[in-house]
């Protein structure tokens, strides 16, 4: 486990936010996009950034990942698009019927689904919203001064938010100080990269780009553990639902952490440590039932990795090729998994029973990097359509788009040899 180097920490006070979105990208385009993100690992997007003209198309991925039209049919389409006046689009989470923007202004909107209207809004004076996350009745959400405010959600007829907390608390910096502990290991000392929450432990989890993880209890809002998980700064955090913690840095590494009761004030220990192809890896996406992991880089491609069904161990599966920028984030749902580049696109692909991925349908019409993106089956609000999902992409030209992405087998299909490989059951 890398060690934690004070003088390597960035600092806390100012931060840019277009660090996380370097690329090293080497693959050729025969038409480049209107906005060109760099290609170098140490550079970075200037700010602040301007629109640019409306994108030319992109260029065609590899035959290997598009969907044959004699195996499926799919279609694709906006049905949305709201632009207000906060800036770039940071962070998205989606809950219980409800769709949570974050943006580099200190509001975060609040949209109803499926019809997409803006219901509230939540405000404080802290500034960029970095991450969001969403439990049954909290919503968590932080921000640029490396501090995590929370709201109660209630729901009396109409959704209802109140600010309760803001953590770490200064209550808990008074204690620890009474009692001679390390104050600075109570607060993150860079910029939360990313949020993730363990409901069947109560516990959230921050990434930060001090290189730690922290754990917080939700029933006291105290922070637990402080984990030195990465040896450069962590980009991404998810958690299964039995409780194996999975992080993703700038060092090429995922690296899986598995909760040890038995281990006193660390309980979390390193399990393995899975390359990615020595590219600092900016984005993970577990499915559902923790058998696939996605981590998408800086050079555009998606490494995955599947669990084994005899060991349980997770070995890589290849690479998912179509990106030619930065992969800045990632969603799974169902058989989906959707990934956003800095390539201003984002991609639907679907896994089929073989664990075969092919590229179902690439959306355009964002004039910035795509930052964040969430994606929901319409089984999940109560309809049902099938063969259907629906995708909500965040860029940093400050739009937020809703795309509908349809996809059935052909009729051919289920005659043909290959009938029982059918892409995905919802």
């Known amino acids: 486990m890398a060690s934690k180097d004070p003088k390597n920490s960035p600092p806390h006070s100012t931060f840019n936010v277009n660090r996380l979105f370097r690329s090293v990208s080497t693959k050729e385009q025969s038409v480049?996009?209107?906005?060109?993100?760099?290609?170098?690992?140490?550079?970075?997007?200037?700010?602040?950034y301007k629109p640019s003209p409306s994108p030319s198309p992109l260029p065609s991925p590899s035959s290997k990942f598009q969907p044959k039209p004699e195996k499926c049919q799919s279609s694709h389409r906006c049905i949305s698009s709201m632009l207000k006046k906060d800036g770039r689009i940071l962070s998205i989470a989606i809950s219980n019927g409800l769709l949570y923007t974050g943006s580099e202004t200190n509001c975060i909107r609040i949209w109803k689904l499926p019809e997409f209207t803006e219901c509230g809004k939540l405000k404080s004076k802290a500034g960029m919203v970095y991450a969001l996350a969403v439990s049954n009745d909290r919503v968590f959400a932080a921000y640029s001064d490396c501090k995590i405010r929370v709201w109660?959600?209630?729901?009396?007829?109409?959704?209802?938010?109140?600010?309760?907390?803001?953590?770490?608390?200064?209550?808990?910096?008074?204690?620890?100080?009474?009692?001679?502990?390390?104050?600075?290991?109570m607060k993150h000392m860079g910029p939360i990269s990313s949020l993730t929450i363990n409901v069947s432990d109560d516990l959230l989890y921050s990434a930060s780009t001090d290189k730690t993880v922290k754990v917080w209890r939700m029933?006291?809002?105290?922070?637990?553990?402080?984990?030195?998980?990465?040896?450069?700064?962590?980009?991404?955090?998810?958690?299964?639902?039995?409780?194996?913690?999975?992080?993703?840095s700038d060092d090429a590494t995922v690296r899986i952490w598995r909760r040890n009761f038995c281990n006193g004030d660390r309980p979390h220990s390193l399990t393995i440590t899975l390359p990615a192809k020595q590219s600092p890896v900016k984005a993970l996406a577990l499915t559902?039932?923790?058998g696939f992991l996605y981590g998408g880089c800086t050079d555009g491609y998606i490494h995955y990795w599947l669990k084994g069904w005899f060991s349980g161990q997770f070995q890589y599966g290849g690479a998912l090729q179509g990106h030619t920028h930065a992969i800045m984030c990632l969603t799974s749902v169902a058989n989906y998994m959707v990934s956003g580049s800095a390539d201003l696109t984002c991609r639907v692909w679907v896994r089929d029973k073989d664990s075969q991925h092919s590229c179902l349908a690439v959306l355009q019409g964002h004039r910035g990097p795509v930052r964040c993106v969430s994606a929901f089956t319409e089984r999940e609000l109560g309809e049902n359509e099938e063969g259907c999902c629906t995708v909500c992409t965040g860029s940093l030209d400050g739009i937020l788009k809703v795309w509908r992405v349809s996809h059935c087998s052909s009729d051919s299909s289920r005659s043909s040899p290959q009938a029982g490989k059918e892409y995905f059951e919802l």
């Open 219 to 248: 029933s006291d809002l105290k922070c637990i553990e402080t984990i030195l998980a990465h040896s450069e700064p962590v980009n991404a955090v998810v958690v299964g639902d039995d409780g194996v913690l999975y992080t993703a």
């Open 288 to 290: 559902a039932d923790s």
């Open 32 to 48: 480049p996009p209107p906005f060109t993100p760099p290609r170098s690992s140490t550079s970075s997007f200037t700010l602040p």
């Open 152 to 185: 109660h959600r209630t729901w009396d007829g109409i959704p209802t938010h109140v600010r309760i907390a803001t953590i770490p608390k200064l209550g808990n910096y008074v204690r620890n100080y009474i009692a001679g502990k390390d104050t600075k290991m």
